[in-house]
């Protein structure tokens, strides 16, 4: 990540002076071209030097001929990667054309739409680009090109890639509605995220579950609603803020994903449990109710057998009770008045 | 100095000896703590945060409403409570357009938010307004213990809002508070890392949270501690009750006492295990107290 960030400076700063360009770049304008500009750099990556998976032979080939000399490595490497970087800047050149002018312009539709291919694609490689990217080390470099082979190899028992023909997505799939519920929100920041990555590397849950953070970031930006709203992982996030913290975007990470369970949730995705404590907070005002046992505790140690709360307060529980109806969170629960329960 | 005393679910239903705690120390401190009578759940940003921020916003609302009829800080002692309440309190402060939405809900039950309070953490209280000096005066049996200490997440996150501290990565405030008792914070890896039962996933995938929570008790037990400490009760709830939980899954024999802050001090000052409830927690403190309390060398 950090070498990318690297490249994709270095371009910028390379445009700079072609354009004599002085002036400030604005958040958006970096993160619209460094989002492309890494964009287009990592699919030129993935098929010519450096990904494993497709054509890796130029690395593999050098390193096993040249294995004891890491500064010819380095050097042919460097050579390459240039020829990349112009390559880059060429492809840029229109772009930067189109965006100068306006600094609040959106993405074009059609770059975005290649956004949302090829962000997808990269989904199983960011790693691997980015560690091959460097070549000061070239024992990691030889372990990298066998992890890449072995990856190859298990390629075909792969079931957890998400590029798969039939999940291709399209225009079909975008629902910009969805993306300006969160502009709407006063999560501008959701604009800002360039795909680093640092939020899946610290994050928690998705060590132990299919919670993808940066995959659902960037799907709320696409508008791809119905994938964000009806996958379970969306649920995975115990809003521990690590992703928020480290994003070095500043991105609203952890607005994004409760706002996103905005949606789902009206949309009818809920879970039993969850809906059930919106249910006790309605009887009761806590999501945690008092029990005997809690009782029998409070009154052992010298406190009021209940707390001064909405527990010991009728008129208070009303009062909360008459919001939840105001908001119609009863109704998007499920909520059974009669019953005190749900209706289902 | 009033403080409006905000008691939160999880703590004075299940867990009661810390509310009692926390009333013998501000006692001691000569601060008083008010009732917040008719308080409510925060509510719970897993269920009504992840479900619909309006309603969310709202209840957390009424609740600061009754601080400010009250002209007092609220201070709470659980970072989920904090998290929700500092969080409403400072959107409805900056947002026009939501406080006004917010209040349109509230004047149905005669009440309007003013943004006069502030939430306020028990940590952050101690260390801000009391001062490490004064709590150390009230300390009266150093406690011999090694502790894992665990900060939990809505405490000190997000950094650029609450501001506690800078750093929210590498703090120190808990560490410094817990060691005026005597007790030795033992460093462990992932400190930082949470307990897994925020967010909602507790109550929806209790195999994941508790994951979370084996993860975190092999890096304690690694360190070689005695107890953890928290600050927040539905982190204690999730080391004590998701303790056995884990024990349980994975056929482990972890057996960690799990203290909040409050019921350290508590020891500190002399109360005893009744007093603070510890031994009505599912893991058994006796081992850890009889260290703390030297009573092996009597």
Redesign the interface.
Known sequence: MKIRGVFSMSIINRLKSLFKEEKDFEEKDVQEEISKDVNSESSDFDDTVVSGTKTSVPISDVLKKEKSSTATIELKFKKEVRSIEEESVEETLPIIEEDEPSNNEEIPKEAEEDLAEESLDVEENTSSDEEDVNTDDEVESTEKVDEDKKEKENKERDNMTLLTDKELLTDANRDPEFTAEFID??IETVKHCFQCGTCGGGC??GR??PYKVRQIVRKCLLGLKEDVITDDAL????????C???CPR?V?I?EII??A??VA??AGY??K??K???VF?INT???????D??KA??T????SEV????H??A???E??Q???K??A?DE??GYDEATGGLKE | MEIAYFLGCIMPNRYPGIEKATRILFEALDIELKDMNGASCCPAPGVFGSFDEETWATIAARNLTLAEDMGADIMTECNGCFGSLFEANHMLKEDEDKRAKINENLSEIGREFKGTTNVKHLAQILRDDIGFEKISSLIEKPLDLNVAVHYGCHFLKPTDEIGIEEQAENPTILDELVELTGAKSIDYKDKMMCCGAGGGVRSRDLDVTASYTKEKLDNMSKAGVDAIIDVCPFCHMQFDQGQTEVNERYGTDFSIPVFHLAQLYGLAMGLSAEDLTLDAQKIDAAPALAKALGENAK
């Open positions: 929100a006063g928690p849950s132990r579950t649920w995975m996030c115990t809003t521990c803020y690590t928020q913290e480290r500043s609203k952890v409760k706002k369970r905005n949730a009206h809920m879970a449990p969850h059930m404590t919106g907070v005002g806590h999501g945690v109710p008092i029990n046992a809690a505790l409070r052992k140690i010298g406190l707390p001064a709360t909405t010991a307060d008129g208070a529980l009062e909360v008459k919001l939840c105001l908001t969170f998007l629960i």
